[in-house]
């Protein structure tokens, strides 16, 4: 599937939030879009977008300081395991990386295996669980870190 990535725009995210809504039962306003497109210097918001001009996924970072902190992640589930996904996280912390981030946290449900595998394959480890952190069923949060050496290891690939 041939795409490209780029940041993300006030245009696309109507589409942005489909995807956000059909892949998760806790999924931002739109609203919350718009402020990190429009407002937030923070963050660091791309799409991934097809041939076709239709949006595949999206992520969301905010770059603190030293600090890339994911905030939200998803790919539209006909575009999922094709390599999209990987694809954005590695651009995001890319990106931050060369805003002056050292070190990326993020949160991610106990229950989502797939995620935790894109991220632990990515070089994050689980430092610590945030216990009936989601407020839908009280799952679990695991808070994952990606440490400034392989954080590196990940900008160098």
Known sequence: MNYSIRPMQSTDIPEVFEIDKASAVLYWPERSYHFEVEQNEASRPFVAVGSDGKILGFIVFWLIIDEAHLANFAVCAKARCMGIGRALLNHGLRVCYEGGARISFLEVRAGNAPAIHLYESTGYHTES???????????DALLMNLDPEEYEEVVRN
């Open 129 to 139: 669980i945030r216990k009936q952190y989601y407020q839908d069923n009280h799952e």
